[in-house]
């Protein structure tokens, strides 16, 4: 249901554009977000955009540096992650929340998600 690209390796201080584009269904109207995974942690909420754009949330961990958007006509949401650190490594994972009453909500728990993608890799180091 939704392919992210655009990861890799990038050096502290660098910065990356996530994208994660949208298939099967129209991201217009949904809440959505990005997601990450560190080796041997929990997943973490990263961004989540309202159905209607309005409401836009972050993570503190990132707050200032990392910036989300979505373009409705090209079914694609992204995330500019700029002034990386180490502890921003991690598999990057985007989803939706579900068809239903609350669609149009963020959560803050990724459980509240559906239609994940496979993720994509990033990797900060020097």
């Known amino acids: 249901q939704f392919v992210e690209s655009g990861g890799g390796l990038v050096q502290p201080g660098g910065s990356l554009r996530l994208s994660c584009a949208a298939s099967?269904?129209?991201?217009?109207?949904?809440?959505v977000g990005w997601f990450r995974q560190a080796p041997g942690k929990e997943r973490e909420t990263v961004s989540c955009?309202?159905?209607?754009?309005?409401?836009?949330e972050f993570a503190d961990s990132v707050k200032g540096r990392f910036t989300i958007s979505r373009d409705n006509a090209k079914n694609t949401l992204y995330l500019q992650m700029n002034r990386l650190n180490p502890e921003d490594t991690g598999v990057y994972f985007c989803?939706?929340?579900?068809?239903?009453?609350?669609?149009?909500?963020?959560?803050?728990?990724?459980?509240?998600?559906?239609?994940w993608g496979q993720g994509t890799q990033v990797t900060v180091s020097s």
């Open positions: 989803a939706a929340r579900p068809a239903g009453k609350d669609f149009m909500l963020c959560a803050s728990n990724s459980n509240a998600y559906d239609r």
């Open positions: 955009i309202s159905g209607n754009d309005y409401i836009i």
């Open positions: 099967g269904f129209a991201l217009e109207g949904y809440a």
